[in-house]
C-alpha cells in the first residue's frame, strides 16, 4: 500500500499586492517593475542596502510617494483586489486603511503637541468626550493608566519630584508607581478598573 499524504495547504490570498511597481524622483528611477504580495496576518519583511528604494517601495502602498515633488509612479498597488491608484479613490481613505510607523516622530509642525495627539480623531470626524483624558492617558501594566512622569530638576514651576523618586529605593518606586497608577485611573477611567474585576482597594474586590 502506498502512503496517502496530505494535499499542501492552498495559498493565501494577498491582501495587497504591488504589480509591476515603479517609482522615480525626476531622472533618478527608484523601482523597477517590483511585483510582490502581502499576505494578511503574516509579516512581510522588506529588506535591503541603504538606498536601494525600500522606503519608497513602502511609501507607494499607501501614497505618500506621489507628495513628493517630482515622483512619478508605473504599475499598480491592489488592496482587496481593487487599485488604490483607481481616479475615484481618495488617497486619505487609503491612509486610514495602510498606515505607517516612521523611524522618527513626524508631528504637524505649526500645532502643539496636544493638537497633534488629538488630530486622528478630529481628522475622522471624531470629538472625545475629555481630550484631556485622550492627551494624558497612557497604558501601563494590567489595563492600569500609565503612572505620571517626572523629569530633572526636582523643582520646576512649583512642581516637585516626590522625594520617594529620588531615594533610589526600587522598592518604595515601585510601591509609589503603582498607588499613583491606581489612583489615576480610579480617578479617570473608573472604566478600566470594572473591567479588571473593580476597584482592588474597594470592599475587598479584585
Known amino acids: 500500500m502506498s502512503r496517502s499524504s496530505a494535499p499542501p495547504p492552498k495559498p493565501r490570498p494577498a491582501k495587497m499586492e504591488a504589480v509591476a511597481l515603479g517609482a522615480a524622483f525626476r531622472e533618478a528611477v527608484a523601482l523597477k517593475?517590483?511585483?510582490m504580495p502581502v499576505v494578511e496576518n503574516r509579516v512581510t519583511a522588506v529588506i535591503g542596502p541603504s538606498g536601494c528604494g525600500k522606503s519608497t517601495f513602502i511609501r507607494c502602498l499607501n501614497?505618500?510617494?506621489e507628495v513628493v515633488p517630482g515622483a512619478t509612479r508605473t504599475g499598480e498597488v491592489l488592496l482587496d483586489g481593487e487599485s488604490i491608484?483607481?481616479?475615484e479613490v481618495d488617497p486619505v481613505s487609503v491612509r486610514r486603511r495602510v498606515g505607517m510607523v516612521f523611524q522618527k516622530p513626524?508631528?504637524?509642525p505649526d500645532m502643539s503637541v496636544r493638537d497633534n495627539v488629538l488630530s486622528g480623531?478630529?481628522?475622522n470626524g471624531i470629538?472625545?468626550?475629555n481630550a484631556d483624558s485622550v492627551v494624558d492617558e497612557s497604558h501601563g501594566e494590567g489595563g492600569l493608566l500609565e503612572y505620571p512622569q517626572y523629569t530633572r530638576p526636582l523643582e520646576f514651576r512649583g512642581a516637585r519630584v516626590p522625594d520617594v523618586l529620588a531615594g533610589g529605593n526600587h522598592s518604595k518606586i515601585r510601591a509609589f508607581r503603582d498607588a499613583e497608577r491606581l489612583e489615576r485611573t480610579r480617578a479617570r477611567r473608573p472604566d478600566l478598573l470594572a473591567r479588571r474585576g473593580g476597584d482592588p482597594d474597594a470592599?475587598?474586590?479584585s
Open 33 to 35: 517593475r517590483v511585483t
Open 85 to 87: 491608484y483607481g481616479p
Open 63 to 65: 501614497r505618500m510617494h
Open 121 to 123: 480623531l478630529r481628522l
Open 203 to 205: 470592599g475587598g474586590e
Open 106 to 108: 513626524n508631528p504637524f
Open 127 to 129: 470629538r472625545p468626550a
